[in-house]
């Protein structure tokens, strides 16, 4: 049963959950890591703490987009834009995207943050606190399975079509169903007027944070926490099951 949903407004709220006493383990959808060649063709530090920390001591979003177009503009098409070996595997954008759906300013605010607050940041960061341990979570996996790639959000109300909305609640009845019961081991309880509330929300942040939720429901049966012996300690990896077929 869903208890309750979090918001948070603005990244000092965000820091102080992270500061909360464990235990708990939560999915987040954003970024943790780089691409391993973008790491060592700029010779940044091979290790996950080292290069964001680097990061950070740009001081600004606009410098980080400076430094990923300094590095994009001189090569050749096709070689400007890594993914990561998660991105290839999960259809994820790379997280060198700064623009469109930016996924590489939520890096640069996030990761930064994971670091400084000494959470357990699997598989980048395993030596910080066990009690509080964080995960990379892609809701658009947990989408996929319930629904294929139908379109369920969108930023605008004025984008939000009856196709979209009744996607938003089949996802939603497909989290008490016995499809998410055999991939993730988890159901999903939603009081009607939760339900009735998510199915309106076209931006789905809060449907997205859901997703994310049975990610790390799922993580947290298992020892690895979903984190296979391959994941590259510098890219990091998606806590999903289908990444392990």
Known sequence: MVEAFEDFLDFSAFEAFLQRPGPWLAAMDFPFGQPRKLIENLRWPDDWAGYVERVAAFGSKARFREILKAYRDPRPPGDKQHPRAIDALSRSQSPMTVYGTPVGLMFFEGAP?????????????????????????????????????????????????????????????????????????????????????????????????????????????????????????????????????
């Open 113 to 245: 943050r994971l670091l400084r607050s000494g959470c357990q940041v699997l598989p980048l960061r395993p030596g910080g606190d066990p009690a509080r341990t964080v995960l990379e979570g892609y809701p658009a996996l947990v989408a996929r399975t319930l629904i294929g790639r139908r379109s369920y959000k969108t930023e605008t109300r004025a984008r939000d079509t009856p196709e979209r909305r009744q996607a938003r609640a089949d996802l939603l009845a497909g989290l008490g169903s016995g499809q998410l019961r055999h991939r993730y081991g988890v159901v999903v309880a939603l009081d009607p007027p939760v339900v009735e509330r998510l199915v309106e929300e076209h931006p789905a942040d809060r449907l997205d944070a859901l997703l994310c939720a049975v990610q790390a429901a799922w993580a947290s049966q298992r020892t690895d926490r979903g984190i296979p012996r391959h994941a590259d300690p510098l890219e990091g990896w998606i806590a999903d099951p289908v990444l392990g077929e």
